[in-house]
């Protein structure tokens, strides 16, 4: 089994957030206040209804992560209303089934597809990531 401080997750400025370290992930304010506050359910159906799939209304998924002194926010990927919730609900089964492998090292993103969001993992560092 692979341990959590091993499966690093990717954020959108090409950060690195060792999963071991993730407090909460959550779906930013839709008001955009800063820094995000978690965005109610009642809001996000309220918010998807009235917005649709407008490509210019997009929320934050965002990862607490306690390294250093004060917890901090990660941006990982930004969704429209309507998947929003489907793409944070992928992100946790995508960490719990890096669990279940047998890899010294895991790398998780963000990976759009026909589906819709989703989260690839891979055993090793992605070549478009390295500079």
């Known amino acids: 089994m692979t ?58 998924l965002l990862a607490v992560v306690a390294s250093g002194a004060e917890p901090r926010q990660v941006h990982l990927r930004s969704y429209g209303p309507r ?12 960490l719990a089934a890096a669990t279940a492998r047998s890899e010294p090292m895991l790398f998780i993103h963000a990976k759009l597809g026909a589906g819709g969001p989703n989260w690839e993992t891979a055993a090793e560092l992605p070549a478009e990531w390295t500079i």
């Open 3 to 60: 341990d959590l401080a091993n499966v690093w997750v990717r954020g959108t400025r090409l950060e690195l957030i060792r999963a071991d370290q993730i407090v909460s992930l959550m779906i930013g304010d839709t008001r955009g206040n800063a820094p995000a506050e978690a965005t109610k359910i009642a809001e996000l159906r309220t918010l998807s209804a009235r917005m649709g799939d407008r490509k210019d209304t997009v929320l934050p």
């Open 83 to 94: 998947v929003v919730v489907a793409a944070l609900a992928r992100l946790t089964g995508a």
